[in-house]
């Protein structure tokens, strides 16, 4: 079993910035990939980001290349998602997700935590 629990979420002003924490929990292997994804309203849960907490390796949407960055502790315990400029686009419900492999499709990843609400004002 693998348990994800998502902080930081608030509301924030265009151009701003928020840093979400994702505290993952349980079997080791079973998290290796850590990824964000997020849904906005009347929309399909998309994904932002992902890392591979044993080595580092990190990829993004193009949406969110060059404000957004993920990051994991060494133990991969807790994996960031330092997101800057934000834009009221960016609004959202985010979610941390984990496998022992992912891509970019929500239905690689098996665990999911509860989410965290996003709100960018203009």
């Known amino acids: 079993q693998v348990q994800l629990v998502e902080s930081g979420g608030g509301l924030v002003q265009a151009g701003g910035s928020l840093r979400l924490s994702c505290a993952a929990s349980?079997?080791?292997?079973?998290?290796?990939?850590i990824a964000w994804f997020r849904q906005a309203s009347g929309k399909e849960r998309e994904f932002v980001a992902r890392?591979?907490?044993?080595?580092?390796?990190?990829s993004y949407a193009d949406s969110v290349k060059g404000r957004f960055t993920i990051s994991s502790d060494n133990a991969g315990n807790t994996v960031y998602l330092q997101m800057s400029n934000l834009k009221p686009e960016d609004t959202a419900v985010y979610y941390c997700?984990?496998?022992?492999?992912?891509?970019?499709?929500?239905?690689?990843?098996?665990?999911w935590g509860q989410g965290t609400q996003v709100t960018v004002s203009s």
């Open positions: 997700a984990a496998s022992s492999y992912g891509r970019t499709y929500r239905t690689d990843y098996n665990y």
């Open positions: 349980g079997r080791t292997v079973s998290r290796r990939y």
């Open positions: 890392i591979i907490t044993s080595g580092g390796g990190t």
